[in-house]
């Protein structure tokens, strides 16, 4: 069934990163030169819900592309999640009179919007924002170039202080399930060893890497550790391993944390942002529904949000490759 497109609502869900304000904007903007309404819906699903909405336009998402976070707050709601809360958040829609939403978030985001949208038949399309990177269908989702220039920034910094006390750092920023921003800012930095989810280099491995880097002269290491990493139960545990097999080595941990997800965008991701919000909106009036924009060989493409939410973004196993030779 076709929907005839009048109004359209934009919300961002769960974690919040860099170019999710650029989407927001580029969402709006697009609907106003399609003489469309635009609504923000505050709060995620759970302002969904309690019908937080507010009629936006083109100047009033100005001097927002270059901001962190989201103007329109995010929020995760259990409530959504229950065939309850959803009947009451459809119904808040109606009354408002949105027939379609643009909802920016990752895999658990899509999945709400999936089972909403085949419930009530309702007109959907997810742009991907996580910096983790690991959707499928898109090279690249929102925040995660931002992302990755913090992190090399900040482990540049680290790496002085290291160099000058002869210290092994080891590293952890985030990447539960995948690797991605590990293997990238290890490479991109110039780290000594990088520990992702996908390769269990196992502790014996580990040990002798860092004691051929000793042999070959260098005073200092880095390590970067993704939080997913299987080796040890977390990054304290390897620090206290090497301390006691490598007495050479002074050991110290730092955890990035959420300051990966923060600051201004780089022009990647607004770019990217910009991009697929005009992909998203134009998705909508042309009947298309259910579908996640994505970055595949530089251009804008849908994929199915059942594929994207089950989907397993991959590796690159040629830069891990090039990681490798590049630690002798």
Do not use: W
Request: glycine share 12%; aromatic share 6%.
């Amino acid at each position: 069934m076709l929907h005839t497109i009048k109004k359209i609502g934009v919300l961002t869900s769960g974690g919040d990163s860099p170019g999710m304000n650029a989407a927001i904007r580029s969402v709006v903007r697009t609907c106003a030169f399609h003489d469309i309404e635009c609504y923000g819906i505050y709060r995620g699903y759970e302002g969904m819900i309690e019908g937080d909405f507010e009629k936006m336009d083109a100047r009033s998402v100005k001097g927002i592309i270059n901001k962190g976070g989201t103007i329109l707050k995010s929020a995760r709601s259990k409530e959504f999640r229950t065939k309850e809360g959803r009947a009451t958040a459809h119904a808040a829609l109606k009354k408002a009179g949105i027939d379609a939403f643009v909802v920016i978030g990752g895999d658990g985001s899509f999945t709400g919007a999936m089972i909403f949208s085949q419930e009530y038949n309702f007109p959907v399309m997810g742009i991907p924002g996580t910096i983790d990177n690991d959707i499928f269908g898109t090279t690249h989702t929102l925040g995660y170039d931002t992302a990755l220039n913090t992190v090399v920034e900040v482990i540049d910094k680290i790496r002085d202080t290291a160099s000058s006390h002869n210290r092994l750092f080891f590293i952890e920023v985030m990447g539960r399930d995948v690797g991605h921003i590990a293997l990238n800012v290890g490479v991109g930095a110039g780290a000594e060893e990088i520990l992702i989810p996908e390769e269990d280099l196992g502790l014996d491995r580990l040990l002798e890497s860092l004691r051929r880097s000793k042999r070959s002269g260098k005073s200092s290491s880095i390590v970067v550790v993704a939080e997913g990493d299987k080796i040890g139960k977390n990054v304290f545990e390897l620090k206290d391993y090497v301390d006691q097999n490598l007495k050479e080595y002074e050991v110290r941990v730092s955890v990035l944390g959420h300051m990966q997800r923060g600051g201004s965008p780089s022009c990647f991701d607004r770019v990217l942002a910009s991009r697929m919000g005009v992909k998203a909106v134009e998705g909508l009036i042309t009947g298309k529904s259910n579908f996640m924009v994505g970055l595949k060989n530089d251009q804008m493409e849908l994929t199915p949000l059942e594929l994207a939410v089950k989907g397993k973004s991959k590796i690159d196993m040629e830069l891990l490759r090039v990681s490798d030779i590049m630690t002798i």
